[in-house]
């Protein structure tokens, strides 16, 4: 399995953006489906955004036109950039590797999970 770490939480306004970090401890993710999943308090883990070796990416319904998933091979890294950020967003928000070599929706089947960070959004 894979050691991934995410970074780029916080706590910001309704309206404002947060770019939410991937990366792995000791390899690349470039041969990776990655995913982004969160889970606000009370409720279960969401399947948010997901993003194919190739760069095609999918959407939950929830966060389509306001959320932008990205890989730089450069840096190793998946990005989550979160725009026009909306209380109901709140939650820990975790990147995942697919146990598939290729993902068709933004729900992945997990192989293995960051440790989570917060994302606050509140005025």
């Known amino acids: 399995q894979v050691q991934l770490v995410e970074s780029g939480g916080g706590l910001v306004q309704p309206g404002g953006s947060l770019r939410l970090s991937c990366a792995a401890s000791?390899?690349?993710?470039?041969?990776?489906?990655i995913g982004w999943f969160r889970q606000a308090p009370g409720k279960e883990r969401e399947g948010i955004s997901c993003?194919?070796?190739?760069?095609?990416?999918y959407y939950a319904d929830s966060v389509k036109g306001r959320f932008t998933i990205s890989r730089d091979n450069t840096n190793h890294t998946v990005y989550l950039q979160m725009n026009s950020l909306k209380p109901e967003d709140t939650a820990v928000y975790y990147c995942?590797?697919?146990?598939?070599?290729?993902?068709?929706?933004?729900?992945?089947?997990?192989?293995?999970w960051g440790q989570g960070t917060q994302v606050t959004v509140s005025s």
């Open positions: 993003i194919n070796i190739d760069g095609t990416t």
């Open positions: 000791g390899r690349t993710l470039d041969y990776y489906v």
């Open positions: 995942a590797t697919d146990l598939s070599s290729r993902c068709l929706g933004a729900d992945i089947l997990v192989d293995s």
